[in-house]
């Protein structure tokens, strides 16, 4: 266990794999924080569509 430790500590060949992982978290984590905004209007737009249809029967 000791040697593959070692010889993944050594390997640069990982180093591209975990780059490309931290950028897919770092994209899923802003298209989050960005998306939640958006929800919340698309929210709001749709509640006032409902009442005003409830509204005017």
């Known amino acids: 266990m000791k040697t593959v430790l070692a010889r993944l500590w050594k390997e640069e060949e990982g180093q591209d794999l975990t780059e490309y992982a931290l950028l897919l978290v770092m994209i899923a984590l802003a298209s989050m924080a960005a998306l939640t905004p958006l929800a919340k209007a698309i929210n709001s737009v749709f509640s006032n569509a409902?009442?005003?249809?409830?509204?005017?029967?």
């Open 50 to 57: 409902a009442v005003n249809l409830n509204a005017s029967t």
